[in-house]
């Protein structure tokens, strides 16, 4: 990206801070997300990717430090949280698609209870997302009768009927078989080619060097190391992001 | 993994040759019995014994049913009084008009919901062999005269016939399944008019000696036009079906099978005896002015922008319903519908911002809210107005009916408490979940006669004055109260079987805790507990019985009491258990029957 035009901050972190019971999981994270900007998110296991990211569509809550998407502050007001949730979609590691309910229901299911869109315009909407993600076929199907990509990308679709402004990846594909994971991240780069905002936590390092705007090693709850594809995989500066690298790569 | 992809290739492939089986050869019994029943000495000694007692069993039980000496009779010339006790004959009527409207209910809904199951010629030979094999049974074991057995012999014959025809020459043959049903029906109704029963009857209190010829005028021609009426909706649904939206005729649907209940008992059976002078001054201007004020209110709350003073003004609605009931604790009354009416637009007014936004959607709140209205006016007048129905006692129903209005009842109103109580012993809420837990733990720790008799007891001196319960009222709703702490329990086991993702998966799109409860939450729920929700439903019907002990005229008591006591049939009691015991069978196995059927249409869209 240029990054001469100036954007907007979409979510901004100063000094979050978590903890689960004694154990801290989050220790002090300042972190601005632009608009149309794609961050990754990066770092071993129990490094507290997740709990970040959580944290922002207040799936966790944070203790400490403050955090705000497009300029409202997260705070225990109900109905900011909502208002934050329905601006923020959110693709889980599990699908979590609803199944008792046909695909189609599955994606309509929050524009038309939340959103009060009219049932015609938007089951129109969730077609149109399903030719997007390639499926428009599965339409009537239950989520059980698909393969875990076509899932995946069903959640996917699910979370855009919301027209978020951001949209939150927790580990896409780490669920689904190697033969799947293509169609997967085809999907999200398509995503990040329109201008979605996006966070990112994945293990997946070509879709990393290849899409990422920047790049944030995690390790501990803390940010050990950001900045561009080019400089994190070819000059790292700190030492425990050399090790991490040297055990992926 | 090309491989990989090979082997699954392959294995699709294997799948779709599967779809067609090579024919085998149909095993004929003996081979069968070669397989399963002597497969081995062992085997084959275990078959013997055990036939050999079955057939003492059966032998010993066929002979007492047919037995001579066995008083049929008592059954026979009972059965108004079995299934409705003392109805006046003269208001017989009110008894058809009410099951034929659960008749055309039965019609539509096979229509609407397009009951379209099918069953091969094969399923049905093995059917009739299956009566067949039941007849020979009968005609073997029992005492029967040589002509009775002639004849059920040639039965048998021709049902072993249709059975072999239908597995040998047309076993691909597909038949609708809810034809087989009517058929079955229609031979069971048809025999009334051409199979010499008999006719039992009592004619001013005595009992008449059984004549010949088919079973009364009374009997069959009621249970032709039922059937006929069933029949006929059926048809109606079919024709009107692709005219308007599936949403709103099942939506319709459901709702008539809700009110079912209420308006057969409070309306057609109880006929109430309206004061129009009265209806005109009163009910229908206190419907009238909340149907207008009400809409008024509810269309300004449910504007889109309407925010903080919305709630505001729905959570003083609550307050002041609430103080009109405890006013009315006091003494100081004002009439009961008003008080309803108020509390039901305060609970709706708090619902408003959930409907705010579209017009149309607002406009479907606002006759929502005024056919709700009208529907809880209607029937509460009717509750409110005595019943002219002449009976023996403060009940116009007994026998078999009342154990179905109390069973049914009791189900209507016991799940929608046990939800509640479900809901709060597992909410996040701490008061919900103390007095919720508490109310499960006390009610199951005692009794359900220790309820019923309590209830019958106590109640009435709770009540406020002027207002009393009939026992058969109280029974309903202790039992209910009972039933709904069970209840609670096996939905709870349902909402423990849901996993975190999908509440997270809610909340990340938004929903609120009331969507995600009952869109997301509930319905998976309640599908994982269909078994023991079933069996408590089959729990409910069989232990009305004990509304026996607290005097009532259930079905078990006039049975077992009232004709065996009669003088005409005296030392029938045997009889009397056993038919009794039949038709509590019948029902609920039909019930657990229905629930497998259900839990296959369940389980297909989730697998
Ligand atoms: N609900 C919880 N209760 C207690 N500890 C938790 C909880 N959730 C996470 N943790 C802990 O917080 C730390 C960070 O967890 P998190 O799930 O954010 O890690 P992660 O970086 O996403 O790891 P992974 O790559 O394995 O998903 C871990 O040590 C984990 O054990
Ligand atoms: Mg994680």
Redesign the pocket.
């Known amino acids: 990206m240029t990054g001469l035009e100036s954007r907007a901050d979409m979510i901004v972190c100063q000094g979050v801070k978590k903890w689960?019971?004694d154990?801290q999981?989050l220790r002090g994270i300042d972190m601005t997300v632009e608009e149309r900007e794609v961050v990754v998110v990066l770092?071993p296991?129990?490094?507290?990717?997740?709990?970040l990211i959580r944290c922002i569509n207040r799936l966790e809550v944070h203790q400490e430090g403050r955090i705000f998407v497009d300029g409202i502050e997260l705070t225990n007001d109900l109905r900011n949280i909502e208002k934050i949730r329905s601006e923020v979609g959110m693709v889980f590691q599990q699908f979590n698609l609803f199944p008792h309910l046909t695909i189609m229901d599955n994606i309509t299911l929050a524009p038309i209870w939340v959103r009060k869109k009219p049932r015609a315009e938007a089951e129109a909407l969730a077609m149109e997302l399903l030719e997007r993600v390639g499926i428009p076929e599965q339409v009537d199907k239950y989520p059980g009768q698909l393969s875990g990509g076509q899932q995946q990308r069903v959640a996917i679709a699910r979370a855009l009927a919301m027209e978020p402004r951001v949209m939150l990846f927790d580990?896409p594909t780490s669920a689904l078989d190697p033969e799947m994971i293509k169609e997967v991240l085809d999907v999200m780069k398509e995503l990040a080619r329109t201008g979605m905002t996006m966070i990112v936590?994945t293990h997946e390092m070509g879709f990393a060097r290849e899409v990422a705007d920047r790049i944030i090693f995690m390790e501990s709850g803390e940010i050990v190391e950001e900045g561009t594809p080019e400089h994190f995989f070819t000059n790292p500066t700190e030492d425990r992001t050399k090790l991490f690298l040297s055990q992926i790569l | 993994m090309d491989e990989k992809r090979e082997q699954l290739d392959w294995v699709a492939a294997a799948e779709v040759e599967g779809e067609k089986p090579p024919e085998v050869p149909p095993h004929g019994p003996v081979v069968w019995a070669r397989e399963n029943l002597f497969s081995s000495v062992g085997s084959g000694i275990l078959t013997v014994a055990g036939l050999i007692v079955a057939l003492g069993f059966f032998k010993g039980m066929l002979g007492y049913i047919f037995g001579a000496d066995r008083k049929w009779d008592a059954v026979a010339t009972n059965l108004r009084l079995y299934f409705t006790q003392a109805y006046p004959e003269d208001q017989y009527v009110r008894v058809w008009v009410a099951v034929g409207v659960a008749m055309a209910l039965a019609g539509l809904s096979a229509a609407i919901w397009r009951a379209n199951g099918r069953i091969t010629g094969y399923k049905l030979g093995g059917g009739s062999f299956g009566l067949a094999g039941g007849l020979l049974t009968l005609l073997l074991l029992s005492p029967f005269s040589w002509r009775a057995r002639l004849i059920y012999l040639l039965v048998a014959l021709v049902f072993i016939g249709i059975g072999q025809y239908l597995r040998s020459v047309r076993p691909k043959l597909e038949v609708p399944a809810l034809g087989v049903i009517v058929g079955t029906l229609a031979v069971l109704v048809g025999s009334l008019w051409v199979v010499p029963y008999g006719k039992h009857t009592f004619v001013d209190g005595q009992v008449q000696p059984p004549r010949p010829g088919t079973v009364a005028m009374t009997t069959k021609l009621p249970w032709t036009v039922m059937l006929l009426v069933m029949i006929v909706a059926y048809f109606v649904g079919k024709a009107v079906r692709d005219k308007v939206s599936p949403g709103l005729a099942k939506g319709l649907l459901s709702a008539g099978w809700m009110l079912l209940l209420p308006i057969d008992y409070f309306v057609i059976l109880r006929d109430p005896a309206l004061d129009y002078g009265q209806v005109f001054r009163v009910d229908v201007p206190i419907f009238l002015a909340f149907a207008v004020a009400g809409s008024a209110i509810l269309w300004w709350l449910s504007s889109p922008h309407r925010g903080e003073i919305g709630r505001v003004v729905a959570g003083a609605m609550v307050i002041g319903a609430g103080v009109f009931w405890l006013a009315a604790a006091f003494g100081l009354s004002v009439r009961q519908i008003v008080r309803i009416d108020l509390v039901m637009l305060a609970v709706v007014a708090l619902a408003a911002p959930t409907f705010a936004g579209e017009k149309a959607i607002r406009r479907k709140f606002i006759i929502g809210w005024v056919v709700i209205l009208a529907l809880v006016n209607y029937l509460a007048m009717m509750v409110n107005t005595p019943s002219t129905v002449d009976v023996p006692g403060s009940f116009p129903l007994g026998g078999f009916s009342l154990t179905l209005l109390v069973a049914s009842a009791t189900l209507m109103m016991s799940f929608p408490i046990g939800l509640i109580l479900a809901l709060g012993r597992t909410s996040k809420m701490p008061i919900f979940r103390l007095l919720s837990t508490t109310y499960i733990e006390v009610i199951r720790g005692v009794p359900l006669i220790t309820i019923l008799i309590f209830f019958k007891i106590i109640l009435n001196l709770f009540l406020p004055d002027g207002m009393v319960l009939g026992n058969e009222m109280a029974a309903i709703l202790g039992y209910s109260l009972f039933s709904a702490a069970y209840l609670a329990e096996n939905v709870r086991g349902g909402l423990q079987s849901i996993r975190k993702g999908q509440y997270e998966a809610a909340a990340a799109l938004g929903m609120s805790t009331p969507q995600t409860t009952s869109f997301i939450v509930l319905p998976q729920a309640l599908r994982a507990v269909v078994p023991p929700l079933v069996s408590g439903v089959i729990a409910t019907f069989k232990e009305t019985s004990l509304l026996f002990i607290i005097g009532l005229f259930d079905f078990l008591r006039i049975g077992y009491v009232v004709v065996g006591g009669q003088t005409a049939f005296v030392g029938s009691q045997r009889e009397n258990l056993l038919f009794v015991a039949f038709i509590y069978w019948i029902i609920t196995f039909s019930i657990s029957r229905s629930s497998v059927q259900l839990e296959k249409k369940l389980g297909l869209g989730e697998r």
């Open positions: 689960f019971g154990f999981a770092g296991s129990g490094s507290g990717k997740s709990t580990e936590v």
